[in-house]
């Protein structure tokens, strides 16, 4: 019992030191170091390499191949991990107050969206997607190129347009 605490414990400190040196320091100057440390460790590793054989560095790069290729497949591709959802299935307190709100593209089909919310009401807009172009009550504006979601907080009284491949908003009617 007594060996296996002894083990436990030694491997937490090992554990516990082997994290502290991986991570930089909070120190502007003792960070610099730091990585200027493992930039040079780097650049040894990168000499090393490049001395070896060709086929022994063919080699190493296909192993190397196999093992990120084995990661992603266990992943699975970015479509099995983006998820749908329906926004007007979501309650409303989810998406602050009001009637739920939004639609999107089918995937790589390029569509225009238009809302324009009843009488009364504004839409809040929450987040957008993939867009091309996003234009609320005749204020234009896009989203990153990579597609990722921004999320505005726009109040749209007239009329929300979102346009591009893919595209897509989420958000929530509310009273004026």
Known sequence: MRYWLICSLLTAVLATNAVAEDSPPREPEARKTWVAERREEALKRREEFLKLPVAEQEAIRAERHAKRDKRRGERGDKESRVRTVDVRTLPSTALSSGAPAGESCSTGKSCTLRLQPPAGQVVVV??????????????????????????????????????GPGAGYVGFLAGP
């Open 126 to 163: 929450t987040a957008v997607w993939s867009a091309t172009r996003v234009e609320c009550d005749g204020v234009r504006s896009a989203t990153p190129p990579n597609g990722a979601p921004i999320a505005p907080g726009w109040r749209c009284a007239r009329e929300l347009v979102v346009e």
